[in-house]
């Protein structure tokens, strides 16, 4: 007769442990992605925009935890995007109270945790093409970074996904 013992360290240091005959330990994890997409008023969304002063742009921000057989709850999500100079901020999806740092161009959602789902959580953020640096400014770009990972000051724990979208003058 054989025997097993075997132990693992799950999600956020979480002790999976068992004991039988035959054994197969396996291991769960958040399955996180960003995508970003914009349009300026009466458009499509697409990646990249092209918008003349004054236009009102929306970014468009959706954040996906897909399902599957070994995906996990993702624990302390936070989802930041910081918006070039030659945007305008106007608002944002208030579903999940923001922080709004305006002198960095900043904003911020403490998302929590996140169960796997097949519909993601949507968030838009809607301002003007101002013009910063002449009439033939340069493109810049619209940066959106996603975090998640335990709450145990390591930062070992902790993931990133970054994404960065095109905003160019017409």
């Not at 002790?15 to 039988?20: D, F, K, Q, S, V």
């Not at 897909?66 to 910081?82: E, H, I, K």
Request: glycine letters at 8%; one cysteine or more; hydrophobic letters at 35%.
């Amino acid at each position: 007769r054989s025997f097993a013992a075997a132990d693992a360290l799950g999600p956020c240091g979480k002790h999976l442990g068992y004991t039988e005959d035959a054994v197969t330990l396996q291991t769960l994890s958040p399955d996180m992605d960003v995508i970003k997409d914009g349009r300026v008023e009466g458009g499509d969304f697409g990646d990249s925009i092209f918008a003349s002063p004054g236009q009102t742009v929306t970014w468009r921000v959706r954040v996906y935890n897909y399902p599957s057989t070994r995906s996990y709850v993702a624990q302390n999500v936070v989802l930041s995007d910081t918006w070039p100079a030659n945007f305008d901020f106007v608002t944002a999806t208030l579903g999940y109270t923001p922080t709004i740092i305006a002198p960095q161009r900043t904003i911020t959602w403490d998302i929590g945790d996140m169960p796997p789902q097949s519909t993601p959580l949507t968030f838009l953020i809607t301002g003007s093409v101002i013009v910063t640096g002449g009439v033939c400014a340069p493109s810049t770009i619209n940066r959106t970074r996603l975090t998640y990972g335990c709450d145990d000051d390591s930062r070992d724990n902790i993931f990133r996904i970054t994404h960065g979208k095109n905003l160019d003058f017409l």
